[in-house]
């Protein structure tokens, strides 16, 4: 499990001095700690609407509702939901991938928010092809195998990646943006009738799981071969808000967590919320974990989806 980083007083007072200041400075604390209580509290994470994200912001949203707080979910673009949580103005989000493809974002804002750390290891973007085409590298693409790269938002890190990827490689196809769904929609028409087609990709995604599909090889390392996808949230947050922050600092799964949540919806035409409230009946032992934190005020008995 992940650790939170410690306040370390330093001081060059006598012994007896420190003594005393930390143990006043305990008291406090401990009778902050005492008077909070979740119950009616309101939270705002932000999330881009990619589907991995919508399955792991509805998680983690129903597991703070579940310790009593109200949650408030603001989907925006990706420079924005760095900004709102590094000026305050909302608690925090769960989809920050690094080190590579959200980075300028990350180096911009990072030391404004309170990083939190990973709750998902080993995801990974780049191009795939499905696996009927011959090609298996960046460098075989041309105007000769596609007639574009298919992309998704136009300020997602992975686009800006893509368009590196073009200059590098010297391609003469261009990305064109569209969005996760469209992008999606468009493999999913392309596969059908087994026409050539490359788009964006990441993993965990959900496409993985129902299309044969693979990554293209990146001899040229634009591409970060493996990133994580950690927790940010704003600074203040564990002092306002201290239950809230111990259960987004336990956060974490896997991909196969993840796909499992983004499957039910894409698949099974399962509602985001009802798909996510699934995933914490039958993973109850984990959310337990992610819920063992002094303060939080849970009745699991009542968490059945009541939609």
Same mark, same amino acid.
């Given at each position: 499990?992940?650790?939170?980083?410690?306040?370390?007083?330093?001081?060059?007072?006598?012994?007896?001095?420190?003594?005393?200041?930390?143990?006043?400075?305990?008291?406090?604390?401990?009778?902050?700690? %005492?008077?909070?209580?979740?119950?009616?509290?309101?939270?705002?994470? *932000?999330?881009?609407?990619? #589907?991995?994200?919508?399955?792991?912001?509805?998680?983690?949203?129903?597991?703070?509702?579940?310790?009593?707080?109200?949650? =408030?979910? =603001?989907?925006?673009?990706?420079?924005?939901?760095? &900004?709102?949580?590094?000026?305050? !103005?909302?608690?925090?989000?769960?989809?920050?991938?690094?080190? $590579?493809?959200?980075?300028?974002?990350? #180096?911009?804002?990072?030391?404004?928010?309170?990083?939190?750390?990973?709750?998902? %290891?080993?995801?990974?973007?780049?191009?795939?092809?499905?696996?009927?085409? !011959?090609?298996? $590298?960046?460098?075989?693409?041309?105007?000769?195998? &596609?007639? +574009?790269?298919?992309?998704?938002?136009?300020?997602?890190?992975?686009?800006?990646? *893509?368009?590196?990827?073009?200059?590098?490689?010297?391609? @003469?196809?261009?990305?064109?943006?569209?969005? !996760?769904?469209?992008? *999606?929609?468009?493999? @999913?028409?392309?596969?059908?009738? %087994?026409?050539?087609?490359?788009?964006?990709?990441?993993?965990?995604?959900?496409?993985?799981?129902?299309?044969?599909?693979?990554?293209?090889?990146?001899?040229?390392?634009?591409? #970060?071969? %493996?990133?994580?996808?950690?927790?940010?949230?704003? #600074?203040?947050?564990?002092?306002?808000?201290?239950?809230?922050?111990?259960?987004?600092?336990?956060?974490?799964?896997?991909? @196969? @967590?993840?796909?499992?949540?983004?499957?039910?919806?894409?698949?099974?035409?399962?509602?985001?919320?009802?798909?996510?409230?699934?995933?914490?009946?039958?993973?109850?032992? *984990?959310?337990?974990?992610?819920?063992?934190?002094?303060?939080? +005020?849970?009745?699991?008995?009542?968490?059945?989806?009541?939609?």
């Amino acid at each position: 499990m992940k650790k939170t980083n410690m306040n370390i007083w330093k001081t060059s007072a006598g012994i007896g001095a420190a003594a005393l200041l930390l143990a006043a400075c305990g008291e406090e604390n401990t009778g902050a700690d %005492e008077d909070y209580s979740p119950e009616g509290q309101e939270i705002e994470l *932000t999330y881009v609407a990619w #589907e991995s994200e919508l399955a792991s912001t509805n998680v983690i949203a129903k597991v703070l509702e579940e310790a009593g707080y109200d949650v =408030t979910l =603001t989907v925006v673009e990706q420079a924005p939901m760095w &900004v709102s949580v590094a000026n305050g !103005d909302a608690d925090g989000f769960v989809g920050a991938w690094l080190p $590579s493809d959200m980075a300028s974002e990350y #180096e911009q804002y990072g030391d404004d928010m309170v990083d939190l750390g990973a709750n998902l %290891e080993g995801s990974r973007t780049g191009l795939a092809v499905p696996d009927y085409m !011959d090609i298996t $590298s960046i460098d075989e693409l041309s105007s000769d195998v &596609v007639d +574009e790269i298919i992309g998704i938002d136009a300020g997602a890190g992975i686009m800006m990646s *893509t368009e590196e990827v073009v200059d590098v490689y010297d391609l @003469d196809i261009d990305a064109s943006p569209s969005s !996760d769904a469209a992008m *999606t929609a468009a493999l @999913d028409a392309a596969i059908d009738n %087994e026409d050539p087609i490359v788009v964006t990709a990441w993993q965990p995604h959900w496409k993985f799981n129902s299309y044969d599909i693979r990554f293209l090889e990146d001899p040229e390392g634009v591409y #970060e071969e %493996e990133e994580e996808i950690r927790t940010m949230v704003r #600074e203040g947050l564990e002092e306002d808000h201290p239950v809230a922050f111990d259960i987004l600092d336990n956060f974490y799964w896997d991909a @196969d @967590d993840m796909n499992e949540v983004m499957l039910d919806v894409a698949e099974n035409d399962m509602e985001i919320e009802d798909a996510a409230q699934q995933w914490i009946d039958n993973n109850r032992e *984990t959310v337990d974990e992610w819920l063992d934190v002094e303060g939080a +005020e849970t009745d699991n008995e009542g968490t059945d989806n009541e939609e």
